[in-house]
């Protein structure tokens, strides 16, 4: 006999602010590429809220955009958008 899992609830309210770190080897284009990727998921994106992060060595970008998350399935649609992306190694 199946049980019914209630559906979890989230844990984020909506709207709210919602800081992703994205990561990627530091080559032209990668900030705007995902700056281009929020946009469409978050039209009022502020590309001026960027914070950027270089690794030690230089090679990596750390690239913190901030959105304003309406839902559990925007997030998860703009997380799936950026991990795809070829120039993104990691979302968190």
């Known amino acids: 006999m199946k049980q019914k899992i ?3 609830e989230s844990l984020i309210e909506y ?3 919602f800081p992703i770190k ?3 080897v ?5 900030v705007h590429a995902i ?3 929020a946009h469409q998921f978050d039209p009022h994106f502020d590309a001026a809220t960027i914070e ?3 690794s030690k060595g230089g090679k990596y970008l750390g690239v913190t955009i901030t959105v304003t ?3 559990r399935q925007q997030l998860d ?3 799936r958008s950026l991990s795809t992306h070829p120039m993104v190694k990691v979302v968190l």
């Open 6 to 8: 209630p559906q979890q």
């Open 15 to 17: 709207p709210s602010r």
């Open 22 to 24: 994205v990561m990627g």
């Open 26 to 30: 530091r080559v032209d284009g990668l």
């Open 35 to 37: 700056t281009q990727i």
């Open 52 to 54: 950027l992060r270089e």
């Open 69 to 71: 998350a309406t839902s």
């Open 77 to 79: 649609e703009l997380y």
